[in-house]
């Protein structure tokens, strides 16, 4: 058993079945029940809120095109090595097709997801005069149970590497062994997280408090986790032996931490 799990890469394969000349990849497969798990909750939870299950499933729609756009934005201009290619030919981002074979498509950040998410939430706010910390409260709820099945779509998608270690559970990447990090970051930044704001779900003191809880609680547990992950091939080490995710992950704690005393003194 230990066995194949050390070689999980090489007995598994990223394709869970093809239809016809498009194959469909475990990623998507997690991808697409994450979503379905977000709006769950969002739904199950709506009242709690002030919201009705009609009013989520429409604003669903609006965050969800809000995240795939941010999220393969913010991938383009931060993490890529062809942002002067995709700045001048916007449309390639999304083009799932390359020379005439559908490959989908790879390259999606967190954070880029966020702002994406951020904006739609606030443009939707804005259209139908709602509290949009109130909204974010309902998605920091929402979304960390979902995000674990982002995370081990990443896993079954042999992406996101961990470093190289000489643990009993680690998993080889050719001849190396590296750590599983895709699942701690399923642990600690869906899991652990979810455990955080459903404790503070049951006393919310002011509008705003959950969604900054999340912040900083899903800062800390990416900071963290990126001690154990590779950092990208094409950025390294930023500064200070940290990677481009420790950075953006210590901006987003900063951020989180000044928004809630903000709301907390403005409440």
Same mark, same amino acid.
């Given at each position: 058993?230990?066995?194949?799990?050390?070689?999980?890469?090489?007995?598994?394969?990223?394709?869970?079945?093809?239809?016809?000349?498009?194959?469909?990849?475990?990623?998507?497969?997690?991808?697409?029940?994450?979503?379905?798990?977000?709006?769950?909750?969002?739904?199950?939870?709506?009242?709690?809120?002030?919201?009705?299950?009609?009013?989520?499933?429409?604003?669903?729609?609006?965050?969800?095109?809000?995240?795939?756009?941010?999220?393969?934005?913010?991938?383009?201009?931060?993490?890529?090595?062809?942002?002067?290619?995709?700045?001048?030919?916007?449309?390639?981002?999304? =083009?799932?097709?390359? @020379? %005439?074979?559908? $490959?989908? /498509?790879? *390259?999606?950040? &967190?954070?880029? +997801?966020? !702002?994406?998410?951020?904006?739609?939430?606030?443009?939707?706010?804005?259209?139908?005069?709602?509290?949009?910390?109130?909204?974010?409260?309902?998605?920091?709820?929402?979304?960390?149970?979902?995000?674990?099945?982002?995370?081990?779509?990443?896993?079954?998608?042999?992406?996101?590497?961990?470093?190289?270690?000489?643990?009993?559970?680690?998993?080889?990447?050719?001849?190396?062994?590296?750590?599983?990090?895709?699942?701690?970051?399923?642990?600690?930044?869906?899991?652990?997280?979810?455990?955080?704001?459903?404790?503070?779900?049951? =006393?919310?003191?002011? @509008? %705003?408090?959950? $969604?900054? /809880?999340? *912040?900083?609680? &899903?800062?800390? +547990?990416? !900071?963290?986790?990126?001690?154990?992950?590779?950092?990208?091939?094409?950025?390294?080490?930023?500064?200070?032996?940290?990677?481009?995710?420790?950075?953006?992950?210590?901006?987003?704690?900063?951020?989180?931490?000044?928004?809630?005393?903000?709301?907390?003194?403005?409440?």
């Amino acid at each position: 058993m230990l066995e194949f799990w050390q070689h999980f890469y090489e007995n598994t394969n990223r394709v869970a079945f093809s239809i016809g000349m498009f194959k469909i990849h475990y990623y998507a497969l997690c991808y697409i029940a994450a979503l379905l798990i977000a709006l769950y909750i969002g739904q199950k939870n709506a009242h709690k809120f002030g919201f009705s299950k009609k009013e989520i499933e429409n604003y669903f729609i609006w965050i969800e095109i809000g995240i795939i756009l941010g999220a393969r934005i913010g991938y383009i201009l931060v993490y890529s090595d062809d942002r002067a290619y995709y700045l001048l030919n916007p449309w390639q981002m999304f =083009n799932p097709f390359s @020379n %005439g074979e559908f $490959i989908g /498509i790879a *390259g999606m950040s &967190y954070h880029g +997801a966020l !702002f994406g998410a951020l904006i739609a939430t606030y443009l939707y706010a804005k259209k139908y005069k709602k509290n949009m910390f109130k909204i974010l409260d309902l998605v920091a709820l929402s979304v960390p149970l979902g995000y674990v099945f982002g995370r081990i779509g990443n896993f079954l998608n042999h992406e996101l590497f961990g470093r190289i270690t000489d643990v009993s559970w680690g998993v080889y990447v050719g001849n190396e062994l590296r750590h599983p990090s895709q699942l701690y970051e399923a642990f600690t930044e869906g899991i652990l997280t979810f455990l955080v704001i459903w404790y503070f779900s049951k =006393n919310i003191k002011f @509008n %705003g408090q959950l $969604i900054c /809880i999340y *912040g900083i609680t &899903y800062s800390i +547990a990416r !900071f963290v986790c990126e001690f154990f992950r590779e950092p990208d091939f094409n950025l390294g080490f930023i500064a200070l032996n940290l990677s481009m995710g420790q950075i953006l992950s210590f901006i987003m704690f900063l951020i989180s931490i000044a928004l809630y005393f903000y709301l907390k003194k403005k409440n």
